[in-house]
């Protein structure tokens, strides 16, 4: 896959840009990133805030051949791409709040949103958008406990923040994600990146509630396997959890 860029100062929303041009054909491995959001879009449909020039919003255009069922690995590949664009642009630890949250000193620092088009059970296009917290400084009261950002994070260790730079972790984060793409495509399995997310995985060995709908249960994490499920100890059974079906929680709080 080749990355093409295309930046807008302004724009509604990343994910949304992406769908208007994949209508018309564009090529997969285009990317749309921009300085200002003003309809973002969260999971469970969620406004996501991007306001001017404090964070970065980028999306990209994804023409996968693989199974349905496998594109919500795409987000796991994702969020292993940001961690790892992150610890080597900057002096910085990341965790991975499973499935897909990136931590940093316990808080989160990234959205991931995955939208996907199918017709007649073929996956026409996908649409990978990540959102990372870079210059921000005040988040809203509900977000304070659980959201950080690279400058405030930096600056926390003592270290200089004017090293952020939204562009240079955009590229990374593709650069990344392109090493991983590209193997996906051949395995449609998540072998490529388990060791690397399973040794950032925050929620290993420690008490996790999942929420099924067929009942809910608690039991201990112990890593995610090379389909993307969590994999929990409950009643001296090891379950896999999907991330599309049920939800997990930490027990105490937010991780
Ligand atoms: C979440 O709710 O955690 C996911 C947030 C995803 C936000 C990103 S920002 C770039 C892209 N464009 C959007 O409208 N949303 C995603």
Redesign the pocket.
């Known amino acids: 896959m080749e990355i093409r860029r295309q930046y807008f100062e302004t724009i509604d929303?990343?994910?949304l840009e992406i769908k208007r041009i994949a209508a018309t054909g564009a090529l997969e491995g285009t990317v749309i990133s921009a300085g200002e959001?003003t309809a973002?879009?969260?999971?469970s449909g969620?406004q996501?805030e991007?306001p001017k020039d404090v964070s970065l919003?980028?999306?990209i255009l994804l023409r996968p051949t693989v199974k349905i069922e496998h594109v919500s690995r795409l987000t796991l590949i994702a969020a292993m791409a940001v961690a790892e664009a992150v610890e080597s642009l900057y002096d910085l630890e990341t965790e991975i709040k499973w499935p897909n949250d990136i931590l940093v000193n316990r808080k989160k620092i990234c959205?991931?949103?995955t939208e996907m088009d199918a017709r007649e059970n073929q996956v026409q296009y996908v649409v990978v958008?990540?959102?990372v917290n870079v210059h921000t400084r005040e988040f809203p009261e509900e977000l304070r406990e659980k959201a950080t950002s690279l400058d405030l994070e930096l600056e926390r260790l003592g270290m200089d923040r004017a090293k952020t730079s939204r562009r240079d972790l955009d590229e990374a984060i593709w650069n990344h994600f392109q090493k991983y793409y590209d193997v996906f495509q051949r395995t449609e399995d998540l072998q490529c990146i388990l060791d690397a997310y399973n040794k950032r995985l925050v929620n290993r060995e420690r008490e996790v509630r999942v929420l099924d709908p067929l009942g809910a249960y608690t039991g201990v994490a112990k890593g995610m396997n090379e389909r993307g499920e969590l994999l929990v100890e409950t009643a001296g059974q090891l379950r896999a959890v999907d991330s599309g079906e049920v939800s997990v929680r930490g027990i105490y709080g937010y991780v």
């Open positions: 929303s990343t994910n959001q973002g879009r969260g999971r969620h996501w991007t919003a980028t999306s959205g991931i949103l958008g990540i959102g």
